[in-house]
């Protein structure tokens, strides 16, 4: 059953942490010289495919990682403290991407759809603030989750 709850865990975190990692690092810059209409266009594509299969790995992630808690550990009181510490962090990304979803996205969706481009390119940089908050979030959890058994 571990094996099993693992596996979804972490291919889960692949997906929302790799993906972050290559919408703000490869297409951030690969997009930048395009004309704004197209630009802002393509995040618009890009998020609309993005942050419901994040909300899929939200889900995932939070169904395993109690499981584990439980089913491995027998409850909180005889997990490791580096699995304290990703709930902890855990929690905070999963907050924050809830945030993206209901203020910054909605808002940048609702502005592009309508044609107006500066509405929208204000919103997309609240995203981009917000994706890296979560990028440098999700890379921190990964090393604690990882390294704990060696502290
Ligand atoms: C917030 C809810 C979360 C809970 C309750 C949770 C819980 C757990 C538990 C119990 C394990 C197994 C630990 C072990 O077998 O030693 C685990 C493993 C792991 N978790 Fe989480 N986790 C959560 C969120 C996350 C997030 C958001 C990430 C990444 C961004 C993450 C990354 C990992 C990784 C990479 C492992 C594998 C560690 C290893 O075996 O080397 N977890 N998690």
Do not use: C, E
């Not at 580096?82 to 990304?93: A, K, N, Q, R, Y």
Request: aromatic residues 14%; hydrophobic residues 60%; charged residues 10%.
């Amino acid at each position: 059953m571990t094996i099993l709850l693992l596996a979804i865990h972490v291919l889960a975190t692949v997906f929302w942490v790799g993906g972050m990692a290559f919408a703000y690092l490869v297409l951030r810059p690969a997009a930048a010289p395009l004309d704004p209409a197209a630009r802002l266009t393509l995040w618009r594509n890009v998020f609309a495919k993005f942050l419901p299969a994040v909300g899929w790995a939200v889900i995932a992630l939070l169904v395993t990682g109690f499981a584990m808690i439980f089913v491995t550990f027998g409850g909180f009181a005889g997990a490791p403290i580096s699995v304290h510490v990703m709930t902890l962090t855990g929690i905070l990304m999963m907050l924050l991407f809830f945030h993206i979803v209901a203020a910054p996205w909605k808002r940048f969706r609702t502005a592009i759809d309508a044609g107006d481009y500066a509405q929208g390119a204000r919103n997309l940089d609240k995203i981009r603030k917000f994706v890296g908050m979560n990028l440098v979030l999700g890379l921190l959890t990964v090393v604690i989750a990882t390294t704990g058994r060696y502290w």
